[in-house]
């Protein structure tokens, strides 16, 4: 289990059932996400018990009400942290341009090209104008409008999640555990999902929303981590985790991330982070 989900002694409903999630609306529109074993904790997640998650599914009903208090006892549940974010040294900075390189490669070669990881789709082609739009406002520290033109990326593509909302949340991680500024990371941040909530679904709002405040799940803080401070072995075991997530998200997550960390490093050349 993973933050935010102490005291839970309240009403919820059943937003939506798949194979291995079961996601509850709570409070303020947030989602409990329940999950079985072997797949990626997050924030506001809860890991069952192969058998025990298979027996709470049986008993979910799209919209029905449930206790959550009764339904799930968390009392003696284990809390997994997210990774802590460390200021990078000029050595992170030199290993993280090498491992950019690889990364690009990896992707180019094994990533998922439906979404916005594609050089030809409608998606990317749209996406590229907001980017380099991105791209001239970040760099000169226009945070704010950075994030607006970030936002135009909100719900466009494929998937439960579109692969727009992934792109954002892997800048998001990239943004986050590279060091942006907690200032200029806020107005970027905020500004990109003020209004995500009308132009996305519920789970995918929910992802932004977590990543806005850095939340992450494991496998998104692994892939980030290991590109700053891993090898190239690696970098493979992390991605082959992030091919699991969803049909292209792991992709365009992944995707994000690169794109991201090129924007911080380019700063970092021009401007010491603080």
């Known amino acids: 289990m993973k933050s935010l989900l102490e005291g839970c ?25 329940i999950l079985p074993k072997g797949f990626s904790e997050g924030p506001q997640t809860i890991i069952l018990g ?51 390189i690889y990364f690009q490669r990896l992707l180019d070669k094994k990533g998922n090209k439906a979404g916005l990881l594609g050089k030809d789709n409608v998606y990317s082609d749209y996406a590229s104008t907001w980017l380099e739009l991105f791209s001239i406002h970040f760099q000169k520290h226009e945070f704010e409008e950075a994030g607006v033109r970030l936002s135009h990326l909100i719900g466009l593509g ?56 850095g939340g992450f799940i494991s496998w998104v803080e692994n892939m980030i981590n290991v590109l700053i401070y891993g090898d190239i072995e690696q970098i493979n075991r992390s991605f082959y985790n992030m091919e699991k997530i969803g049909s292209s998200s792991g992709s365009d997550i992944s995707a994000g991330i690169l794109y991201g960390a090129k924007e911080i490093l380019k700063l970092y050349k021009r401007t010491e982070l603080s």
């Open 9 to 33: 002694s309240y009403r919820v409903k059943v937003h939506s059932v798949f194979d291995h999630a079961i996601n509850f609306i709570a409070k303020e529109n947030w989602l409990i996400t």
């Open 50 to 100: 192969n058998k025990d998650f298979q027996d709470l599914k049986s008993l979910m009903t799209i919209d029905s009400i449930w206790d959550f208090h009764r339904l799930i006892n968390i009392k003696d549940a284990r809390i997994i942290r997210g990774k802590i974010v460390n200021r990078l040294s000029l050595n992170d900075m030199t290993k993280l341009e090498v491992n950019i």
């Open 158 to 213: 494929p998937g439960l999640t579109p692969s727009g909302d992934d792109f954002i949340l892997g800048i998001f991680t990239s943004i986050y555990f590279l060091g942006l500024n907690k200032k200029g990371r806020t107005k970027l941040v905020e500004t990109a999902i003020k209004d995500a909530v009308n132009r996305t679904n519920l789970i995918s709002y929910n992802m932004l929303r977590q990543g806005a405040l």
